[in-house]
């Protein structure tokens, strides 16, 4: 039997004339099934009283009437609650409490009353329709939860599509091609049954208020007097209204998303067409770091939990004090601040290219408008100059990147290029410390008629955070075959997440590798003429940051020259690579121009971005 509908069984001839009559209230209508449904539909007895008359030997529901009568009853309610947690969904995890299902939705009193209005026919095309609709925006709702634990935010209906295959594509390297390919299968059964259950729910429960028409109605009028009743009281439950209209909400919200999504195309494109460097004449550019290797390298999922949130920070910033007793020891200075990322718990690009162009990029539409086009970016500005070589170092990227030339590079090394050898740790398809190994092997350690500014992403700290790689001597780092054994007596990133606590441990250790492993190049390749700013791309995702953590991300500047960190001394920013907690904070897209004004001419349209 169907979990919410059962076949049409038309009684014995001879048993016609035993079939009860309507219920009291009567029938609202006459079905073509009506007569095989008219026997007791909550599975009772379909034989008559006198017991003389002789027994048929019909289904099971006649030899087990009160078998049937309970399957009826439990498969109602259990129609009757997926489409109240339908209607009443929330869109995050933080909110699916218990206290979030005592509410009288004000959709399903319209829907219940919508069809009871309707001709038969009408009615369950209706109903059919309902639960179609019902179960896609249950979907939707379940992308929001998602994307919420994610990055913090709802499901975009115009621009997310694509991260769907970035997550196939980090289940892959997470837990495997055959464990991605087992969810993957697992997600479309979830999905095809979701469909297919909350449309029958619908439609068991159309038919039910169709045989019972007259409660049905009663039932309408009196929720909905209710919910008109709560309205006007302002009547609430743990914070939330009783009288809910949570589905109208989440439609009337996404409609406004996709429309204020079609309408942000435009308006970015006009913004990124003003360009207060544009016309700054190269040799008027960066005129501060002249004759300085400058690197700029983020480090993955670097928060300001990391450095804050009292289960992580101890270890993160010991990492902090450490790095920069050392490389005070080394001749090195530092001052550090607090950026807002565009993006959270993952999008690293949008996080880069915000920082790089000094425009808000916070969606895949805004990205792919900037990269389209030739806004001056800063490695594009340095590049401009003619002073400099600018390369990329991206272990990150898998394959093409044709991005690369908006950016300005010269030369961009990805994961082919730099000569790895050893196994991918999780997402990360090498460590951090090699990756730096390789810069220095393949450009910074060879000689220029230039210096450098080199772009360089550190993944080790990238979601899952197991397993990690250890830190080893600079000349024990040959093709990364010596990270094989470190890589298997790692930790299983499905044993790590089962924990919240030991995710979080595990990610701080991350931070910590990433943070050493940029001290120690520091301390052996650094030079007098070595400029290091370094910074996250976003916060880690919520089961790591919590559900309320900013998207602020920590940034330093370390320099050996003091008339580097003499340019910035304006910005209030503190010494060390520790933040000020009360420091000031900018968002990260006007980074670009306080760095180049800062070390050149300033531009006499723009305006110093103000602290929030």
């Known amino acids: 039997m169907s979990l919410f509908t059962r076949s049409s069984q038309l009684p014995p001839a001879d048993m016609a004339s035993t079939e009860e009559g309507p219920a009291p209230d009567g029938p609202s209508e006459r079905t073509p099934d009506h007569d095989a449904a008219g026997r007791d539909t909550t599975g009772g007895d379909a034989a008559g009283d006198d017991p003389h008359e002789p027994v048929t030997d019909g289904g099971w529901r006649d030899r087990y009437p009160a078998a049937a009568r309970a399957v009826a ?157 709560c309205t006007a009281l302002g009547l609430q439950l743990a914070g939330a209204p009783v009288a809910s209209r949570n589905t109208y909400a989440l439609v009337h919200n996404r409609a406004a998303l996709v429309k204020a999504t079609m309408k942000d195309e435009k308006a970015f494109a006009k913004e990124a067409a003003v360009d207060a460097f544009r016309d700054t004449p190269p040799d008027q550019l960066l005129t501060g770091l002249r004759g300085k290797d400058v690197i700029f390298a983020f480090i993955e999922s670097y928060g300001r939990s990391a450095v804050e949130d009292p289960s992580m920070a101890p270890r993160v910033d010991a990492a902090l004090a450490d790095g920069t007793k050392r490389l005070r020891a080394a001749g090195y200075s530092a001052r550090s601040g607090w950026l807002t990322s ?59 990147w044709p991005e690369g030339k908006f950016y300005g590079f010269d030369k961009v090394y990805d994961s082919r290029h730099l000569g790895y050898e050893g196994p991918e740790f999780s997402w990360s398809t090498m460590p951090d410390q090699y990756a730096l190994k390789a810069f220095e092997r393949l450009e910074h350690g060879k000689n220029h008629d230039k210096p450098l500014m080199s772009e360089i992403i550190l993944t080790s700290s990238h979601n899952p955070w197991a397993p990690l790689p250890k830190t080893l001597g600079w000349d024990e780092i040959g093709d990364g075959s010596e990270y094989d054994a470190i890589e298997k007596a790692g930790k299983d990133p499905v044993d790590v997440w089962k924990d919240s606590g030991e995710v979080r441990a595990e990610y701080a250790k991350s931070i910590q590798y990433s943070l050493e492993s940029l001290t120690s190049y520091m301390e052996k390749y650094g030079n007098k003429n070595t400029v290091l700013v370094f910074l996250g791309d976003h916060q880690p995702v919520s089961k790591v940051s919590g559900d309320h953590a900013s998207r602020d991300v920590p940034i330093a500047i370390v320099a050996h020259d003091p008339a580097v960190l003499d340019r910035i001394s304006g910005w209030g920013w503190h010494d060390g690579l520790k933040p000020d907690p009360k420091g000031p904070v900018w968002k990260m897209d006007a980074f670009r121009d306080r760095f180049l004004t800062a070390y050149g001419p300033k531009p006499g349209a723009t305006p110093s971005p103000t602290p929030r």
Do not use: C
């Not at 909350?198 to 045989?211: D, I, K």
């Open 73 to 229: 009853w439990t498969t109602t309610a259990l129609a009757a609650l997926l489409v109240l947690f339908a209607l009443l969904m929330p869109q995050d995890v933080a909110r699916l409490t218990p206290s979030t299902f005592v509410r009288i939705p004000v959709e399903g009193i319209f829907g219940a009353a919508a069809l009871l209005a309707l001709p038969t026919r009408a009615r369950r095309a209706a109903a059919v329709l309902a639960g179609a609709v019902l179960g896609m925006l249950t979907l939707l709702n379940f992308l929001d939860m998602g994307f919420h634990e994610v990055f913090g935010r709802g499901f975009n209906l115009v621009l997310d599509w694509i991260l769907l295959d970035d997550g196939e594509s980090f289940l892959q390297d997470s837990i495997g091609r055959a464990g991605a390919i087992g969810v993957v299968i697992v997600v479309v059964i979830f999905v095809l049954a979701l469909l297919v259950l909350m449309t029958l729910a619908v439609v068991r429960l159309s038919n039910l208020m169709a045989r019972h028409s007259a409660v049905a109605t009663r039932t309408t009028l009196v929720l909905g007097t209710a919910w008109i009743t």
């Open 342 to 400: 565009p993006t959270y718990g993952g999008g690293s690009w949008l996080a880069h290219s915000t920082f790089a162009s000094g425009l808000w990029i916070e969606n895949q539409q805004r990205y792919r408008t900037i990269t389209a086009g030739d806004h001056l970016t800063l490695p594009g500005a340095f590049r401009s100059t003619g002073a400099w070589r600018t390369v990329g170092i991206m272990p990150g990227v898998t394959k093409n």
